[in-house]
């Protein structure tokens, strides 16, 4: 178990810019997208695309308009792998070897989610990757034509868990669609020679990781950054390097990172944008109400009816808030605001200044606002808007 938190308290203020510095949201910006990912150790993927696919959104809230090919390039061409840490997640190539453990998780369990295909399946993929080189799972047979998630075919079940377990690695995508090739193949040498590490050396290594891209954080937030077990996290705690303190409001012990609490008192501009509900800031929405005051949810897989803000809201951060929310959608040449949530007159110029500049960023050159709430900030945000143009 972890030792007792010193007598150290930080503010709830002093948890937030922690939490934003290390996040690269407040502060000096990453160099660029791959310093990025490095600060960050993972950056997640997710299918749905409204302005931009998640995995671009959460560059752009740190660097700003970088050119989306730019970022593209940046994860795709080599320095990268993906693979399931928070969830899945494109991860720096380096980072190869922390994750040996949930490898061996899978070779032990012997299959993920579907039915095991008989070996000489395995053989056959095995056989065309090994002989043709790389493949996307349409070159294999993919799923069922019309076909729901589950109704994979055999081929398919085989090179996915042929990934879970590391005998092939995606580094690049074309479109949407993995590219596999063998890891002996695919990964520097490198990296390959340095997969020695036993489970508690990738659990303290991942811990000491999350722990220095949150700045602070609980043991549960620990848990949830690589998505490892309470007790993994107390068990390799105390040679984390991570320092005991408690935060005004937080009911459980936090663990800060020393060269967070060592930046605490400088200063710093504040990042105004939008983010994606995916990005590492906000995807743990237990610790963004704790951190933030604000409770935030996905709901684009909830029937439309039913959602209380839009398919796939955006919150703004501003001044290292989280001040308001928006449902974007791009149509044509335009950033359409479906519905603008804003908890406070302060949150009417920043989100203004936002959603100008996602616009840009993803080439529109007008900006259409609907729903407003409260409805008296609708006045105010079209002026803003049109002050900007």
Same mark, same amino acid.
């Given at each position: ?170 580094? @690049?995508?074309? $479109? ?5 090739? #063998? /890891? =002996?193949?695919? %990964?520097?040498?490198? &990296? ?114 039913? @959602?209380?803000? $839009? ?5 703004? #951060? /501003? =001044?290292?808030? %989280?001040?308001?929310? &928006? ?63």
């Amino acid at each position: 178990m972890p030792p007792a938190p010193s007598s150290a308290e930080l503010s709830a203020a002093d948890a937030r810019r922690l939490a934003l510095r290390a996040q690269g949201l407040l502060g000096a910006r990453p160099r660029n997208t791959a310093a990025m990912l490095r600060s960050l150790g993972a950056v997640q993927l997710d299918t749905i695309s409204v302005l931009a696919r998640s995995h671009e959104l959460i560059p752009y809230a740190r660097l700003g308009p970088v050119g989306r090919s730019a970022v593209e390039r940046a994860f795709w061409t080599g320095a990268c792998f993906e693979y399931w840490a928070h969830a899945a997640c494109i991860l720096p190539v380096e980072d190869w070897p922390l994750y040996s453990f949930r490898r061996r998780h899978f070779i032990s369990r012997g299959i993920r989610w579907h039915e095991r295909p008989a070996e000489s399946v395995f053989s056959e993929v095995r056989a065309r990757i090994t002989d043709g080189g790389p493949v996307t799972t349409g070159d294999i047979g993919g799923a069922k034509k019309g076909g729901p998630w589950w109704d994979w075919s055999g081929q398919k079940v085989a090179i996915e868990f042929m990934l879970d377990t590391g005998e092939v690695v995606c580094t @690049r995508r074309i $479109g949407w669609r993995r590219v596999y090739d #063998l /890891a =002996e193949r695919a %990964l520097p040498a490198t &990296v390959l020679a340095a997969d020695t590490l036993d489970d508690d050396e990738c659990h303290r290594r991942l811990v000491a990781q999350a722990g220095a891209a949150m700045g602070i954080a609980t043991v549960s937030d620990l848990a949830d950054y690589p998505r490892i077990s309470k007790g993994d996290v107390q068990a390799v705690l105390p040679d984390t390097g991570l320092v005991p303190v408690t935060v005004e409001g937080w009911r459980d012990p936090a663990w800060a990172h020393p060269a967070a609490l060592t930046a605490l008192g400088g200063r710093g501009r504040h990042r105004t944008t939008l983010l994606s509900p995916f990005d590492s800031l906000i995807w743990d929405r237990k610790r963004t109400l704790r951190l933030f005051g604000f409770s935030h949810a996905l709901e684009a897989y909830k029937p439309a009816a039913k @959602r209380d803000y $839009g398919y796939f809201t955006m919150p703004l #951060l /501003a =001044e290292g808030r %989280l001040l308001g929310r &928006v449902d974007p959608k791009r149509v044509g040449i335009t950033l359409a605001a479906q519905a603008v949530f804003l908890d406070t007159p302060a949150a009417v110029e920043p989100m203004a200044t936002a959603l100008w500049e996602a616009a840009s960023w993803v080439g529109c050159d007008q900006v259409e606002v609907g729903r407003v709430e409260p409805p008296e900030f609708a006045g105010p945000l079209l002026a803003a808007l049109t002050a900007l143009c």
